[in-house]
T-cell receptor
Framework: NAGVTQTPKFQVLKTGQSMTLQCAQD?????MSWYRQDPGMGLRLIHY???????DQGEVPNGYNVSRSTTEDFPLRLLSAAPSQTSVYFC?????????????FGSGTRLTVV | AQKITQTQPGMFVQEKEAVTLDCTYD???????LFWYKQPSSGEMIFLIY??????QNATEGRYSLNFQKARKSANLVISASQLGDSAMYFC??????????FGTGTSLTVIP
């Protein structure tokens, strides 16, 4: 099925460990984003990309890196995990340059940092 | 500034009744899109309905309708004939020129049998 594939679904990290959350879409969407969801705070934008080779910071980028080497893939790297990064992470994609197309979301990654 | 406000952290509705979830938005752009998403307890984000800023008719998708009042900058979601499966978190979102999406903090809806 076409969509956004996000892995892993669950992850437990120790403080200081690094890891990469994977995100891939097969809809040829130019625009891809990473969000974190915390109780009572809605969705907060971490990083986004408008196309291969182009990334930019969102609202809460500290502690995270991204790259976009292909249209399909947009991995999120946690450089040195901290308990404050315990959250649910969503990858989302959409067409660029249009207002009438919403996001397609991945299924989310529940990350716990201990 | 671009902003979405959802003032109802939690709502309850009796099964088979209608419920309105409030959403107000702030933008100086003339062109924008408004969206509602549903997040059940399983966690996935499900698109429900879309309204364009130039659309004169309110959007409808089955039991969902969007009550769009442009002058008041509101985009309320109306769910008719509520079902137990409607219990979920609901997010209002706005997309503006430049691709950015803005989300509200969500409303938790509980349908009571």
């Amino acid at each position: 099925n076409a969509g956004v594939t996000q892995t892993p679904k669950f992850q437990v990290l120790k403080t200081g460990q690094s890891m990469t959350l994977q995100c891939a879409q097969d809809m040829n969407h130019e625009y891809m984003s990473w969000y974190r969801q915390d109780p009572g705070m809605g969705l907060r934008l971490i990083h986004y990309s408008v196309g291969a080779g182009i990334t930019d910071q969102g609202e809460v980028p500290n502690g995270y890196n991204v790259s976009r080497s292909t249209t399909e893939d947009f991995p999120l790297r946690l450089l040195s995990a901290a308990p404050s990064q315990t959250s649910v992470y969503f990858c989302a994609s959409s067409y660029s340059g249009t207002l009438n197309y919403g996001y397609t979301f991945g299924s989310g990654t529940r990350l716990t940092v201990v | 500034a671009q902003k979405i406000t959802q003032t109802q952290p939690g709502m309850f509705v009796q099964e088979k009744e209608a419920v309105t979830l409030d959403c107000t938005y702030d933008t100086s752009d003339q062109s924008y899109g408004l969206f509602w998403y549903k997040q059940p307890s399983s966690g996935e984000m499900i698109f429900l309905i879309y309204q364009g800023s130039y659309d004169e008719q309110n959007a409808t998708e089955g039991r969902y309708s969007l009550n769009f009042q442009k002058a008041r900058k509101s985009a309320n979601l109306v769910i008719s004939a509520s079902q137990l499966g409607d219990s979920a978190m609901y997010f209002c979102a706005m997309r503006v020129i430049g691709n950015q999406f803005y989300f509200g903090t969500g409303t938790s809806l509980t349908v009571i049998p």
